[in-house]
């Protein structure tokens, strides 16, 4: 290693006198837009605290962004780079760079990590230096930490999370007000929560990205964004979510990984909470993680998902947790089957036209597939009437296949929506 890492350990400066200065640690920082700039900012607020607490003194050794800086010079001059430009280009060439030249890396790319993992991670160990990633998902909540140090002597079965806050944000607006999905987010967007392109949020891709991540750090697997399917939110009406409130659910954007059958199941999908979930009292902008274990029970850790003080804070945390060995790296991941048809609740969504044994009609159909209702709401009189229904767990393929029939009944009016139901409560 050509930095002088392997020398700084916690009160290794100074001496019994105190005669010398912490000796310094170089950080070289790679974009200064929101996350970069705050990280700078609070650097510079905690360094002498930092410098009495690790013995040695973290120093800004030079910041790149598209109009400033020259990397290889910056990497010349640092013992750690802290990487918040985004996307892969060109962070993924100059996160290798660095990891190769052997520089710790701390970054909040969730693109990075979920399309690249095993290049990067291979290139750490390789270099036996650090690659860190708190504040890639869920902003400053410390769930990479938990999964990974905390939790790594449990058997992890499930983690669920709301990841993504600018959705979060969106359906809390709607079921407070009412709002429809369009006045929802225009109300984001006037609020900051959401970009005026909010596609990455809304269709659910930042959550699959962040979900892959969390997939490979808690089961061991080499699960990339690509193979995390997911459904967005752009489809949910506030039909849906005034009906569903009177079954008592609440709607999320959920990003879910799970043990089944000695696979993995990874995907995103808006899904309704009872009230005794833990993620069921996320609202707004928060992100939160359920995490299940036989041997915990069940750990919830919330908190702001984003925000640039939030993130820097992160970093800086992953920033002195690799100046103080010993160095963390996850285990090497181990292929394991993906699992695409699971066993789910279900809300079913049907208008119906004015038509005598409606719902004895849809219940049939559900039958004949062995999926049988749980309970029902009935609204509206004559060609308007509407059915919502919970239907009990089943697995998905066979639910499909109903909907499918029950969609071509004469009397069906548009396609029936539907939505995943979480049943689990913790009480
Ligand atoms: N914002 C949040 O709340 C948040 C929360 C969690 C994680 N993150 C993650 O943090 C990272 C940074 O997000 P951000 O919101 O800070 O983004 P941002 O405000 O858009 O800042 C990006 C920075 O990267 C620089 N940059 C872009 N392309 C570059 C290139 N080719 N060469 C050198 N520098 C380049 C930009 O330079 P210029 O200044 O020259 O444009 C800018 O300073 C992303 O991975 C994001 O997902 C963000």
Redesign the pocket.
Known sequence: MTSELASVRPGAAGGPGGVSPPASFRIGV?????????FVELLGQRADAIADEVGARPEISGV??????D?GDILDRSDLIV?????T???LEHVLAALRAGRHVV??????LSRHGDELFDAAAASGVQLRFE??VA?VVPVIRVISETLAGAHIERVNGIVNGTTNFILTAMERTGATYEDALAEAQALGYAEADPTEDVSGLDAAAKMAILARLAFGAPVHVEDVPCEGIESVTAEDIAYARELGLSLKLIGSAERIDGGLAVSVYPAFLYAGHPLAAVHGSFNAVTIESPAITEITLSGP????S??AS?LLGDVISAMIPPPFAPPPAVPTRLVTDTVSAFYLHVDVGDHPGVLAQVAELLGLQGVSIKSVVQKGMGVDARLAMVMHPVLESKFRAAVTLISRLEFVRGEPRVIRVIEGVFE
């Open positions: 790679l974009g200064n837009g929101t996350v970069g700039a705050a790149l962004t598209r109009s400033r800086g990397f990487e918040a430009i985004g996307g280009d060109p962070a970054s909040a790319n969730k693109q990075l504040a890639a902003g998902g984003a925000g640039g939030q993130t992160a």
